[in-house]
C-alpha cells in the first residue's frame, strides 16, 4: 500500500499542466505536410536566389529615382518643367516613400500569416509595377507622388517577409549564413541605384527610371508565379491565436443555438396536463431536471467524441481578412523588453547606414564636383563592404552559435548569436568618426573610399547577427518581429535623412535642389559639418552597441519570463 502512494506521488505521476497545442511544443518544429526545413539543398537555394533578387526592389526603388531626383541636376529640372513641380513637392516624393517603406510590412505581415507568402509576394510586386509604369507615364507631380507611395507599399514586402521564409526553410544553426547571403542582395541597391539613376536620366530622362524599375520588378513577380509557399500555419503563433478566436466564436454561437432548442424541446416534452398536476413550481422544476439531463447526455457524449478524435482539422475552418488584426502580433512583439532593446539598436545601425550614403552623395556632389555616375562608383565601396560583411558576419554569427552550444546544455538560445558582435564592437565607432572627419578635411577620395568599405562592413556585421537574432527570438512570430523591425529601419532613415542634411555644411548651388521636409527647421548656421555630425553618430553606434550588450546579458531572462506570460494567459 505504502509502495503504491508513492508512485502516486511520483513526479512521473503527478498532474500535467494542461497547455494549447500550439504552445506545449516546440512551435518552431511541429508537424507539417510538406516540411520546407526538409526540402533539398538545391531546392532551398533556390528560394534564397529567388526572395534575394525580389529584395533589390526596395533598394533600387529607394534609390535610382531618389539620388538622381536629389543630385542630377538635369532630372531636376526636367520634373520641374515638366511636372510645374515645385522643389517642395520633389522633396515630398522622395520622402513619403522613405516613410511608407517602413511601416506597411507591418500590414504584409499580417496578411502573409494568413495568404501564405507566395500571394502575398505577388501581390505586392504586381502593385510595385503598376505603380512604376504610372509614375514613368505621369503628368502632374500629384500623380508621381501617389504613384511613389504605391511602389513603397509594393516594394516593401519582400524585404519584410525574406528573412521570415529563410526562417520557414532553415534551422536556427544556418540562419545566419543564410541571412546574409540574402540580405547582401538589398545592400547593392544603395550602391547600384545612384549609377542606374545617373546613366538612365543622363542617357533618355528621368521617366527611363520607372520603366527600368517596371521591368526589373515584372520579371520578379514572374519568378514568384512557380514559387512554392514555405509558409506553414501550424507553425504560426499569429494563425493559432486567431483560429482560437474563431473556434471560440463559432462554439459560443453554437452553445447558444443548442439552449434555444432544448429549452424548446424541454417544454414539449412536458405537458400542460403534467404542468397542472405539479402546479407552476413543479413544472418549472420538471423543466429544468430535463434540461440537466440533456445536457449532461451532451457533455458525455461530447467527452466520447474528443477522446476519438481529440481535433478537428484546421481545414474545417477556413480564415478569412476579417480575421486578420496586425496590431497585435506587432504588441505582441514590442511588450518583449528584450525585442524592443534589439529594435532600437537594429533601427540606429540601419539609419547610419542609410545616413552615410545619403551624405556621402551630398559631400561628392557639393565639395569634389562629382557627378551621380561618379557618385555611385564611390558608393560601390560601401556597397562592397557591406556585402563582405553581410556574408562574413552571418556566418560568423553561425559559429559563434555552434561554438556555445554545448555550454548551454545543447540547446542553442538566441541570445548567444550576439557574442559574435563582440569583435567588431570596439572598431566600429573608430571607423565613423575616422570617416566624418576625412570628409570635414577634404582629403583625397581614395581615403574616403576605404572609410566607406570599413564602415560598411563593420556595421552589417553586426546588424546582420541582430536581424536573425529578431528571427531565432520570436518563434512563430518571425514576420510580425522582422516586419516591425522594418518599422523601426524605416523611421530611423526617415529622420536621418531629414535632419542630416541641414546638419552638413553644403555650398550654394545654381540651381535650388531638393531638401527634406524637415530642413527649414534649421538654419546654416546650425550646420555642424561631416565631422561633427559623424562624431555624433558615433556616440549613438557606441549607444546601439550597449544595447545590444544588454540583451546579451539579460535578454535571456527577459524573453523566458514573457514567454511563461503568455503560456499562461493562453492557458487561462
Excluded at 519582400?158 to 549564413?177: C, F, H, K, M, S
Excluded at 432548442?261 to 417544454?267: G, Y
Aim: with cysteine; hydrophobic share 45%.
Amino acid at each position: 500500500m505504502s509502495t503504491e502512494k508513492q508512485l502516486d506521488a511520483s513526479p512521473a505521476n503527478a498532474p500535467i499542466p494542461q497547455l494549447p497545442p500550439a504552445l506545449a511544443i516546440d512551435i518552431e518544429h511541429a508537424t507539417v505536410a510538406d516540411d520546407p526545413r526538409t526540402w533539398s539543398n538545391a531546392r532551398k537555394l533556390w528560394v534564397v536566389a529567388t526572395i534575394s533578387a525580389a529584395s533589390m526592389i526596395a533598394g533600387l526603388g529607394g534609390n535610382i529615382y531618389n539620388r538622381a531626383a536629389l543630385h542630377h541636376l538635369a532630372a531636376i529640372s526636367q520634373i520641374e518643367e515638366q511636372l510645374h513641380a515645385s522643389s517642395g513637392s520633389i522633396a515630398l516624393s522622395l520622402s513619403l516613400f522613405i516613410m511608407i517603406q517602413g511601416g506597411v510590412p507591418l500590414l504584409w505581415s499580417a496578411l502573409s500569416e494568413f495568404w501564405g507568402r507566395r500571394k502575398v509576394y505577388l501581390v505586392s510586386t504586381a502593385l510595385c509595377t503598376l505603380g512604376c509604369i504610372v509614375a514613368a507615364l505621369s503628368k502632374t507631380i500629384g500623380v508621381l507622388i501617389g504613384m511613389r507611395c504605391i511602389q513603397a507599399v509594393g516594394s516593401s514586402a519582400v524585404i519584410a517577409l525574406g528573412a521570415a521564409t529563410l526562417a520557414d526553410i532553415y534551422e536556427p544553426a544556418q540562419r545566419g549564413t543564410m541571412m546574409g547571403i540574402y540580405y547582401s542582395a538589398p545592400l547593392l541597391g544603395p550602391s547600384l541605384g545612384p549609377i542606374l539613376g545617373g546613366v538612365l536620366t543622363q542617357a533618355f530622362s528621368w521617366r527611363a527610371t520607372f520603366w527600368f524599375l517596371a521591368i526589373f520588378v515584372g520579371l520578379c513577380f514572374l519568378l514568384f508565379v512557380p514559387f512554392q509557399d514555405t509558409f506553414r500555419r501550424e507553425r504560426s503563433l499569429t494563425y493559432q491565436a486567431a483560429l482560437k478566436r474563431r473556434r471560440a466564436h463559432m462554439s459560443a454561437k453554437g452553445s447558444e443555438t443548442s439552449s434555444l432548442s432544448q429549452i424548446t424541446a424541454v417544454s414539449r416534452v412536458v405537458s400542460p396536463v403534467t404542468t397542472e398536476k405539479l402546479g407552476p413550481e413543479g413544472g418549472k422544476d420538471a423543466i429544468e431536471e430535463l434540461a440537466r439531463d440533456r445536457d449532461l447526455e451532451k457533455q458525455q457524449q461530447q467527452g466520447i467524441r474528443t477522446e476519438a478524435d481529440p481535433a478537428a482539422p484546421m481545414e474545417d475552418i477556413k480564415l478569412s481578412l476579417a480575421d486578420v488584426n496586425p496590431a497585435k502580433p506587432i504588441l505582441h512583439v514590442l511588450r518583449r523588453v528584450n525585442n524592443l532593446t534589439i529594435l532600437v539598436a537594429s533601427g540606429l545601425i540601419f539609419g547610419f547606414s542609410y545616413c552615410i550614403s545619403y551624405t556621402c552623395s551630398r559631400t561628392l556632389a557639393n565639395q569634389y564636383g562629382y557627378n551621380a555616375l561618379q557618385i555611385g562608383l564611390v558608393l560601390l565601396a560601401f556597397g562592397a563592404g557591406s556585402l563582405v560583411g553581410s556574408v562574413l558576419g552571418g556566418r560568423y554569427s553561425d559559429y559563434v552559435l555552434r561554438k556555445l552550444k554545448p555550454r548551454n546544455g545543447g540547446t542553442s538560445q538566441p541570445e548567444a548569436r550576439l557574442e559574435s558582435t563582440i569583435i567588431f564592437m570596439p572598431i566600429f565607432p573608430i571607423t565613423v568618426i575616422a570617416y566624418g572627419w576625412i570628409c570635414q578635411q577634404h582629403v583625397s577620395v581614395a581615403a574616403i573610399c576605404v572609410m566607406l568599405f570599413l564602415s560598411g562592413l563593420f556595421s552589417i556585421c553586426i546588424y546582420s547577427s541582430t536581424l536573425a537574432y529578431i528571427v531565432d527570438a520570436n518563434n512563430g512570430r518571425s514576420s510580425s518581429a522582422v516586419a516591425t523591425n522594418s518599422a523601426f529601419r524605416g523611421l530611423s532613415a526617415f529622420v536621418a535623412a531629414e535632419v542630416a542634411a541641414p546638419l552638413q555644411v553644403s555650398s550654394p548651388s545654381p540651381t535650388p535642389r531638393p531638401r527634406p521636409v524637415l530642413t527649414a527647421r534649421f538654419t546654416h548656421q546650425e550646420a555642424i559639418g561631416d565631422g561633427g555630425m559623424y562624431s555624433l553618430w558615433a556616440g549613438l553606434m557606441i549607444f546601439s552597441e550597449l544595447l545590444i550588450l544588454l540583451v546579451w546579458w539579460k535578454g535571456g531572462a527577459w524573453r523566458q519570463k514573457w514567454e511563461l506570460v503568455e503560456r499562461g494567459m493562453a492557458s487561462s
